[in-house]
């Protein structure tokens, strides 16, 4: 499975962030999945992908030429797109992955697992994502999404397929049981209205 993930290109204040960043990289490899991300070899995104390099996974990264031109693309990748504008990269990142994870980051990494949250919304693909919410990093985004559905802009099954996992064992117990929530969708509002 392809498994894109999301993340910062520094390390955050938390050493807890990148050694999260690395037990990530590691399962992925350890599961026999591909990692997909942003291609860059510093910070939390250097940390995952050295993580999954190591232990063997096949490792997409997809980069502007812009952040290459800078020096800090991650070398030894089985792949490096490379892409004009972020936009593209966003959208290859999206086609690419089967499977969406945001590790913490800042707001370039929110504006992407945001739109996961859209496509999730509207039933586009993927039914669901992953936000590892290390040492509590996204309380405060969840805390906000579950007002949203208080003011009645999003709905609670909506939310209920974006999940926190707190870390790496708990995300991968939420993959395991993964086909037992398959079946679960919302029956809600019109596609339309599902739409603002």
Known sequence: MNITVYCGSNFGDDPLFEKAARELGAWI???????????????????????AIEGGAPVI???PAFF??????QHDLTELIVCDTMSERKAKMIELGEMF???????????????IFTRVRLDMGP???????VDGFYDPLRTFLA???DHGFFDQC???RCHFPRSVDELAHLVRSAPQRATLRCDGPLLA????
């Open 61 to 63: 990264g997809v980069e």
């Open 68 to 73: 290459i031109e800078a020096g800090v693309a």
């Open 127 to 133: 039914h669901e994502c992953f936000l590892l919410n």
């Open 29 to 51: 490899a350890r599961e026999g999945h591909a990692l997909v991300y942003g291609g860059s070899s510093v910070g939390l995104m250097g940390a995952v992908s050295r993580a």
């Open 193 to 196: 209205q599902k739409a603002g």
């Open 101 to 115: 994870v945001a590790l913490p980051g800042g707001v370039g990494t929110l504006e992407e697992i945001s739109e």
């Open 158 to 160: 909506d939310l209920d």
């Open 147 to 149: 007002s949203m559905v």
